[in-house]
């Protein structure tokens, strides 16, 4: 049996992980925002725009799929890639769902997207497969080396790891060996 990243068993587990942030983000769980009530449309067929400030969530996200942005007036204006990474300024509620702002009078609904470098937690064991007599490179959540006593730090091909989850980066998938330290999912095998 086929053990890579790309087997049903780890497709699951990131449909389940993804959802189950999806709804921390729609419930606010974690926010210290202030939640406000919203008038609701009167005609269920138009559009009740009014954006209220959740919490302010200044940074970036990764769409999870391909994402509409709409304007002011609730029109989708373009569709975003998914596994693109976005900066937000705030999030806000429309319509009692919650948005990203992007600025400029344009929104992405919430729960299309996830906080840039969130680990989904999870624990397996998986062999760095790459080219014999070299290894892969570990990264920060900036995608920067990290270093080790003055170099690259890099993991042998053949050598097995302990890895505690998944994270989004810069558009790829990463293993998290947990310090902030990241492996590039390509080249893992899940062995147990």
């Known amino acids: 049996m086929d053990k890579h990243f790309g087997t049903k068993w780890a497709k699951r587990l990131i449909v389940s992980a993804l959802a189950a942030l999806g709804m921390l983000v729609a419930v606010g769980v974690g926010s210290n925002g202030v939640n406000a009530a919203t008038t609701p449309a009167a005609n269920a067929d138009q559009i009740s725009f009014k954006a209220v400030l959740l919490n302010s969530d200044h940074g970036v996200i990764t769409t999870i799929k391909p994402t509409d942005v709409i304007n002011q007036s609730g029109v989708k204006v373009k569709t975003l890639k998914a596994m693109t990474d976005w900066k ?3 999030r806000v509620e429309i319509n009692q769902k919650p948005y990203y702002d992007l600025g400029g009078g344009q929104f992405i609904y919430a729960l299309d997207v996830i906080p840039y470098a969130t ?11 790459y080219i014999p007599g070299y290894g892969i490179q570990v990264w920060n959540d900036q995608l920067k080396p990290v270093s080790q006593n003055g170099k690259s730090k890099r993991l042998k091909h053949g050598t097995n790891w302990k890895v505690f989850g998944l994270a ?12 902030n330290q990241f492996l590039d999912a390509r080249y893992m095998v899940r062995i147990k």
Request: aromatic content about 16%; glycine content about 12%; charged content about 15%.
């Open 88 to 90: 937000v300024n705030d």
């Open 119 to 129: 680990v989904i937690p999870f624990k397996m064991v998986c062999q760095v497969r």
């Open 168 to 179: 989004f980066l810069k558009g790829h998938t990463y293993y998290s060996l947990g310090g």
